[in-house]
């Protein structure tokens, strides 16, 4: 029987996992592969939802956009931390985090055979998305810093183009868009009536005196610019699954088609935990962000240490992308790692033609020790 999912990527992340099964559970074993930040909510967000989750209101579905109080108390947190002047009402829906946000926003906007333009390497869901729903994407290398060419973006439109895709800071390079960029790609966006879809999942982790930019913040960008957004990075909710879409009201009233047909709403107690986290948690949330920067201090200097692995510095997230010198084969490299030095590692293949030979690392779990002992290990891999 024929499957129509049956040429799209298989989750690159459960598949290795499935050759980690034998090793996951032993004290030894050190995975750092998934993509976790290594901090929960805060404890008395955690309180207050424990008293909420008793009420009935709790159990059932909120309203398809998201809880009234959850939408208006974003609003003013992207206002203040990112520039975004937002109509909760109308231009703001929660989702079941970014990537059904993302999906949501494809299934809305693309039409079967159109093509998304997104720099490589890439989060290798939205590949997998753009696929799913009939469309293509259309990679475009990235410079030696991991950052896209304005020139080199604009090249690769056609006609056949309905959108360009950011990721900032990005997954899986870890690299931070500059502004100038961001304009750049913005206003070709405006000029040729495309989307500008920016995923700004880890909108807090920019760090070594970057700044994170959204593009939705320019006033002549609120037609043109959809936003993306999540609670499971920078505010360790991963389980919980709620993200969010900011884009224009004819946008999002298309949008709800999508999220009604799919998921009706975010899950209600993680709405209620957001909730919390934005009114009285932010404070906790930035003392665990700035630990995870000396976590990157940390993992940079060991890193360096190894001949083999050819790194470049970047400015945001909890991710690692170096390159491996004379690797032509990531996948097998990383199986061979799994299997010698009982460490879990993504291969750069999954992100994009442009990641062959290199390796993802994430580090947002670890504790300090545990990066100390993963670069231990790494080293004596590739100088045994």
Same mark, same amino acid.
């Given at each position: 029987?024929?499957?129509? #999912?049956s040429?799209i ?23 750092l592969?998934?993509?976790?930040p290594?901090?929960?909510? +805060?404890?008395p967000?955690?309180?207050? &939802? ?6 009935p ?8 956009? =998201? ?6 108390e ?5 206002r ?6 937002v109509?909760?009402?109308?231009e703001?829906v929660?989702?079941?985090g970014?990537?059904s ?6 299934? #809305?906007?693309? %039409? ?18 753009v696929n %799913?729903?009939?469309?293509h ?10 950052k896209p060419?304005v020139?080199?973006i604009?090249?690769a439109?056609?006609d056949? /183009?309905c959108a ?13 868009y500059?502004r100038?960029t961001?304009d ?6 405006i @000029?040729?009536?495309? *989307?500008l879809i ?14 994170h930019?959204?593009?939705r ?7 043109h610019v ?12 991963? =389980? *919980?699954?709620?993200g969010?879409v900011?884009g224009?009201p004819?946008?999002?009233?298309e949008? %709800?088609?999508?999220q009604? /047909?799919?998921t009706?709403?975010a +899950?209600?107690?993680g ?7 934005l009114k009285?948690? %932010? ?5 665990e962000i ?5 976590l990157?201090?940390l993992a940079y200097?060991?890193i360096?240490?190894?001949?083999a692995?050819?790194t !470049?510095?970047?400015?945001? #997230?909890?991710y690692? $992308?170096?390159?491996?010198? =004379?690797?032509t @084969?990531s996948r097998?490299l !990383?199986l061979?790692?799994?299997? #010698?030095?009982e460490?879990l590692?993504?291969p750069?293949?999954?992100?994009? /033609?442009?990641?062959?030979g290199?390796?993802? &690392?994430s580090?947002? +779990? &670890?504790?300090p ?9 790494l080293?004596?891999y $590739?100088?045994g």
């Amino acid at each position: 029987m024929r499957f129509r #999912t049956s040429d799209i990527m298989p989750p690159p992340i459960a598949e290795l996992q499935e050759a980690a099964k034998k090793h996951i559970g032993a004290s030894s074993f050190l995975n750092l592969g998934q993509g976790l930040p290594g901090h929960i909510p +805060p404890r008395p967000c955690l309180d207050i &939802l424990t008293e909420r989750i008793m009420h009935p209101s709790a159990h059932r579905y909120t309203p398809d956009p =998201g809880l009234v109080e959850l939408r208006e108390e974003l609003a003013i947190y992207l206002r203040q931390n990112s520039g975004l002047q937002v109509d909760p009402s109308t231009e703001l829906v929660v989702t079941t985090g970014a990537n059904s946000a993302f999906a949501g926003t494809i299934l #809305t906007i693309m %039409l079967t055979g159109q093509n998304i333009v997104i720099p490589s390497p890439h989060y290798f869901n939205s590949l997998m998305a753009v696929n %799913l729903f009939g469309g293509h994407v259309k990679e475009v290398p990235v410079n030696g810093s991991f950052k896209p060419e304005v020139e080199n973006i604009e090249a690769a439109i056609d006609d056949r /183009t309905c959108a360009v895709l950011l990721i900032t800071p990005n997954n899986p390079t870890g690299a931070v868009y500059d502004r100038e960029t961001i304009d750049a790609v913005t206003d070709i966006c405006i @000029d040729r009536n495309l *989307w500008l879809i920016t995923d700004e999942t880890y909108a807090r982790m920019a760090f070594d005196d970057s700044i994170h930019y959204s593009p939705r913040s320019r006033r002549d960008a609120g037609k043109h610019v959809i936003t993306l957004g999540s609670f499971s990075k920078d505010f360790g909710m991963s =389980g *919980w699954r709620v993200g969010y879409v900011v884009g224009p009201p004819d946008f999002t009233k298309e949008f %709800l088609k999508v999220q009604d /047909t799919i998921t009706i709403c975010a +899950p209600t107690a993680g709405q209620m935990l957001a909730l919390e986290v934005l009114k009285s948690g %932010l404070l906790k949330i930035d003392e665990e962000i700035q630990k995870l920067k000396l976590l990157r201090d940390l993992a940079y200097l060991r890193i360096s240490e190894i001949e083999a692995l050819e790194t !470049v510095r970047t400015a945001g #997230t909890f991710y690692m $992308f170096p390159r491996v010198k =004379g690797c032509t @084969d990531s996948r097998s490299l !990383v199986l061979d790692i799994l299997q #010698t030095a009982e460490v879990l590692v993504l291969p750069g293949s999954v992100f994009g /033609t442009s990641g062959e030979g290199f390796i993802r &690392l994430s580090i947002g +779990p &670890l504790t300090p020790e545990a990066v100390d002992e993963a670069f231990d290990r790494l080293k004596a891999y $590739f100088e045994g």
